[in-house]
């Protein structure tokens, strides 16, 4: 029983974002005026994973007690390198793919590169590469357009043949391949370690740097999924600030509202990637009602307001004022 | 080296040098990169970020940031254009109003960090989202009043004493009023001791929540400003307007040797950066770069100066 609840505990806010998210969705479903039909969810499953997957790479930053201002932008250039490469026979569509992903990759890699040899705080650093990331993606698509292999694409975003959207599937892969084995490995705990209390993840001899690099090189993969998703939804790519911005302020909400903590050490990507669907369903949930699409914009700022100061409810257990000022 | 010298930071110096290297660059580029227009010019593009980067210094000298930066502005250029559609009285009122807005949105900010505890990170970030939310609201549908009026129209762009733009003469009254107000007064040193560590100046009994919200109010009015003379620079206020200045103040503040952490830096630092930062930039758009190149030389340019001399003291 012990045990439990400590793992109940330490879950809290990922069940807290589950729980919310079911009965949000359900309500969606239940209103929705063509019905539960395979069709809405799938557009809602890929809107979903979208952010999801962002907000997967925004996690893993965040457990580290840092924060990536650059996941939106990471985002759009893997969008923009998509579209690009990912096309022609299985052959080439493979080539891009990994291309991709390693352009990711690369672009966690300078982050944490930055970050942990070049000892510069995150948020300027991420808030710099990313305007990088972003002159980049424009170098590389300066007005929208490109292609897809049309063939992955569809295979990836439509449904299985149980009416199950296949991108749930393709996250679902994703988090047994990328947060699984990484959460239960040695590098995986160090992270959490560094991000609870890094002079003592240091003296208790954990390697530091590997795992935090590990973090931002695991976080611009994911990052570079989601780009990679965008494309085959969209058929297309776009050098879009706005995009990436959204997303990236979008993670940090996810994130959040999933019950990841943001001073580090606390959470789960599971939790974050709820958090997502719980954001996605707010903006569905408005249309289902025929809220004023003007009103929209100002209702998810309230509401993101609103779940981040929840968080403040902990104050009313405060016993030792000075508990306030950490 | 010289008394004054010696006690200015040394990233203050790097950050003059700096300057002083991309003037140089310049001028090989083209000869009228030292003339005095050029330079004035120059010094009134720098006005509108240095009083974005005023506010931004004050809220990181406590150890926090505001994200509400592109938002706020938009809201003080919309919100004083709004005011000048409503007759001669809104008119004379403009700028106070679209200031003060921006001071709610700044002290609605700082009380959810203050009081509340929220990261300031995700609750300027709301912040940032609600204003836009409120702002789309308001321009949607219809197309409202946006023209700034002369009052504003002549402090943003006008020229009076010695051509001299009068929106430097702004930023130098508010820099001003910020070295005295951080230098000479409870409520600055309070910001320091903040920013160095909350607990000690609770204990010594310091307001620290309250000196924290209204800081954040002062740099919503602040940024609120500068989008009023924005609005009055391009003769009207639209949508997104303040979105490029985030990164840019930010920058600014951090390549003036301001620690990110809080609690050290000094404001003739952040004047550095904001002159650094608007030089910058136009030399890149003088080269005539596409907007691709600009942005990737510009956040590389950020990263290595950095790295130069922005770097932290190596942790435990």
Redesign the interface.
Known sequence: MGDFRYWLAENKGTLLAVAVFVIMFGIYAGNHSAGFSGMVVTTAANKGVLLALVAMAQTLVVLTAGIDLSVGMVFVLANCLASQLVVGDALETTFGVVVVLLAGVLCGALNGIIVIYGRLQPIVTTLATGAMFYGIALWLRPIPGGDVNSDLADALTEQLPGGIPTSLVVLLGIVLVVWVPLRRSEIGRAIYAIGSSEPAAYMSGVNIDRARLTAYVVSGLLSACGGLMLTFITYSGEASATIGGSYTLNSIAAVVIGGVSLFGGAGSAIGAIFGAFVLRTIGDLLFVFDFDPLWQPLFQGVILLGAVTLGSLRLLNVKNRLDLFG | MPAFLARIDKPVLAAFGCIILLLLVGSLYSSSFLSPEYLLQQLQVASFLGLIATGMMLVVLLGQ?DLSVPWVVTVGGMMSTAAAGWGPLGEALAIPFGITCGMIMGLISGF?VAY????S???T??????????M??RT??FAPQDHSTETMHFLATGRSILNIPNALFVWIAVGAATIFLLGRTTFGRTVYAIGNK??AA??SGLP?QRVIMLAFMASGGLSAFAGVLLAGYSTKAYQ?MG?PY??PA??AV?LGGTN??GGRGSYIGTIAGVILITLLQSILSVMQI???????????V??SM??VY???K???
Do not use: H
């Open positions: 940031i959810g509340l505890r929220v990261p990170m995700i609750f970030l709301g912040m940032n989202a609600v204003a836009q939310g409120l789309v609201l949607g549908g909350e607990r609770y204990l620290t997104s979105d985030l990164l930010v920058a951090v990110i952490l596409y907007e691709a190149g600009r942005q990737l030389i510009y956040g590389a950020i990263i950095l790295l922005g770097r932290q190596k942790a435990s």
